[in-house]
């Protein structure tokens, strides 16, 4: 019930910021906007002190928690001071509190545990994708740079269009385009998009997903209780029912 309690605060900060967007609802309501800004900061504070107490007599091993840390740090910047050199460190306090949602969700905190876990396969499947880039827009300068020079001028022209091609933007134009200089120019265009798109994005989903059920078999591991006493002894028996067993085979075969 409590987790929910700090989900309605943060989305209640959520559009107090939103709200201060406006010139003419802060000019109405600022001293009310504030006022909330700053019952839910002093409610931030005193579920962190809550959760440090819990930690008693080492409240220290809060820290030991990355998301502790992450919530420490929105509620350190949160009490800056909006106004002077600092202003811009209390408005980044100010949003950092929006994603506490990260923080108070069980299934946003494994997404996002996934997406770290899959940094390094994704800078291979990144320098991969480069090295296909690269490679097709050496071809296209070499294809249609004196007749498009507005797309294959020079290699930088060539990445940036090809990275509009992965992202199936506007590509039907260049593709039109380059076919009017050469009739087989599709074959160029829809090998890329196949190999770009379908084939690398969809590595990066997959990457994903794979570290995604990982994430959720150790999540589900951390969550099972621990053995009871009758389980282990049960389990203690059948391994010495074994090892006698061996016992009688090795002395039967001495």
Known sequence: MFEYFIIALILISAAILGLRTEPEIVDSYEGLLTLGSRVILGIFIIEALLKMLAKWPRPQNYFKDGWNIFDFTVIVFSLVPATGTF?????????????????????????VAALVRSIPSVGHILMLMSI?????????????????????????????????????????????????????????????????TFVVVNLFIAVVINNLDRAKEERLRELQPPASREELLKELRATQDSLRRLETRISDLG
């Open 87 to 111: 202003a811009l460190i209390a408005r980044l306090g100010r949003l950092l509190r929006v994603l506490r949602l990260i923080s108070t969700i069980e299934d946003l905190r494994l997404i």
């Open 132 to 196: 296909i880039v690269y490679i097709y827009a050496i071809i296209g300068i070499q294809l249609f740079q004196n007749d498009d020079p507005e797309h294959w001028g020079h290699i930088g022209l060539a990445i940036l269009t090809l990275f509009e091609i992965i992202t199936l933007e506007g590509w039907v134009e260049v593709n039109a385009r380059a076919m009017e200089i050469n009739s087989f120019a599709w074959i160029y265009f829809v090998s890329f998009v196949i190999v770009g």
